[in-house]
């Protein structure tokens, strides 16, 4: 064996925060990713909760590839956030990004002495807040009820009905009108005016995730902008699973919709609010409230979690230390 090979472990860093008694006797009792025993690892006023992991899983080449599986992804994402919802009862906690690998222990000291004075400052900003999360989806249900949604807000009760009485006439002379067509022109004009709906449901999406960062905003401390999500990380996300290493499995925080819990529509907003604690269950509300009653609207309102989208993560995910 060469001074050069590869150790048989690696370590696995999920969180910093304050050592303490009390965050020692909260690791001692979970297991990590690996189903390992994850313990502290102190220096000064910091400290990080880590477990061994075995290399052959993690190192560069093997941890990308099992990254590129959403089986894979979504485990590594429910034992990152089991750990990570182990310690926030605790106090603040940094929640570090998913797969953040280390060659040893040693190393994980130098990052944490390297970077104490970004990391004592956010441990300060954290403490006594939790991050909601606030998704705003397309939600087109029946083409014939969403095709013309109407911003509520501009118009007076008589003005609403007579409005939505003309949109159901013109929706029907449409339909009579395609029925009198040819096969081919009544496909186009279908298509049309499905397209047509579409874009207005996306722009009264548009509108309600405006009103709703204004009524979020007004009770948050900060705000992160997460691109919308698309395809396979979409699909598991409506089925309650934060794939990305945000939220994942164990004791979930509460969740609610406004517009109903259908798993469909366009992502067209992906926000994290950090919010005093105290005023967590008044966000919530207040968000829910400002999306009700919304014609072509699904908002997803998740949390409280630990703040993973305002910690700042120690160094790339997905790069172990050189050999």
């Given at each position: ?6 150790p048989?472990?690696?370590v ?9 008694p ?14 390992e ?9 910091l400290?990080a909760?880590?477990g ?9 080449d ?7 599986r959403?089986?894979r992804l979504a485990?590594?994402?429910?034992g ?7 310690l926030?009862?605790?106090g603040?906690?940094?929640p570090l990004?998913l797969?953040?690998v ?9 990052i ?7 990391f004592l400052?956010?441990?300060e ?12 989806y397309?939600d087109?249900?029946d ?13 007076s009760d008589?003005?609403d009905?007579?409005d939505?009485g ?8 449409e339909?009579a009108?395609?029925?009198a067509?040819?096969p081919g022109?009544?496909?186009l004009?279908a298509?049309?005016r499905r397209r ?10 548009a ?5 709703i960062?204004?009524?979020a905003g007004a009770l948050a401390?900060?705000?992160v902008?997460h691109?919308?999500?698309r ?13 990305g290493g945000?939220?994942?499995g164990g004791?979930q925080?509460?969740?609610?919709h406004?517009?109903?819990?259908k798993a469909?529509g366009?992502?067209i907003?992906n926000?994290?609010?950090l919010v005093?604690?105290?005023r ?8 829910l ?7 072509g609207?699904?908002v997803?309102?998740?949390g409280?979690?630990?703040?993973y989208s305002?910690s700042?993560p120690p160094?790339a ?7």
């Amino acid at each position: 064996m060469t001074d050069n090979a590869q150790p048989p472990h690696m370590v696995y860093a999920y969180a910093v925060l304050r050592p303490t008694p009390e965050a020692a006797r909260a690791v001692a009792a979970v297991r990590g990713v690996a189903d390992e025993q994850v313990g502290l690892v102190e220096t000064g006023d910091l400290a990080a909760a880590v477990g061994p992991v075995p290399a052959e899983e993690f190192e560069e080449d093997a941890l990308r590839a099992g990254l590129e599986r959403l089986p894979r992804l979504a485990a590594l994402a429910r034992g990152h956030h089991g750990v990570v919802a182990a310690l926030a009862p605790l106090g603040a906690v940094l929640p570090l990004r998913l797969a953040t690998v280390y060659r040893d222990e040693d190393r994980v000291r130098q990052i944490l002495q390297e970077r104490r004075d970004q990391f004592l400052p956010l441990l300060e900003r954290l403490a006594g807040h939790v991050e909601w999360g606030v998704k705003v989806y397309t939600d087109p249900g029946d083409p014939a009820d969403h095709s013309y949604p109407v911003d509520q807000a501009d118009h007076s009760d008589s003005a609403d009905q007579a409005d939505s009485g003309a949109r159901d006439g013109a929706a029907a002379f449409e339909a009579a009108g395609e029925r009198a067509l040819g096969p081919g022109r009544a496909y186009l004009a279908a298509r049309v005016r499905r397209r047509r709906g579409a874009e207005e449901a996306w722009q009264a999406a548009a509108r309600a995730a405006a009103r709703i960062a204004e009524e979020a905003g007004a009770l948050a401390v900060g705000r992160v902008a997460h691109r919308p999500q698309r395809g396979e990380l979409a699909k598991a996300a409506a089925g309650g699973e934060k794939a990305g290493g945000e939220k994942g499995g164990g004791e979930q925080p509460g969740g609610a919709h406004a517009g109903g819990a259908k798993a469909r529509g366009e992502n067209i907003a992906n926000d994290a609010y950090l919010v005093p604690a105290a005023r967590a269950e008044d966000f919530r509300s207040r968000v829910l409230a400002a999306a009700d009653g919304q014609p072509g609207v699904r908002v997803e309102v998740t949390g409280p979690w630990a703040p993973y989208s305002f910690s700042l993560p120690p160094e790339a995910a997905v790069r172990p230390e050189p050999a």
